[in-house]
């Protein structure tokens, strides 16, 4: 999962774009658990070297959007 952020970013680093957004990937469906998938978006996005200064992580229900501001929240 890491790597397919990794590679977005890479991408949009290629496309010279300025943002990009994000759907909540594996956050609880088919089993994965969510708080890891949103603990995997947001410690990637962080931490990869990107020109891309605005990414967005598109939740779609309130836990995942209570998990994923927890995260971001945290410094």
Known sequence: MASCYRRCLELGDELNVQSLAFP???????????????????????STPTAVSDARLVAFDRQT???????????
């Open 24 to 46: 909540a990937i594996s956050t609880g469906v088919f089993g994965f658990p969510s708080a890891q998938a949103a603990e995997i978006a947001v410690t990637t996005l962080r």
């Open 65 to 75: 959007l209570a998990l994923y501001s927890a995260l971001v929240d945290r410094v």
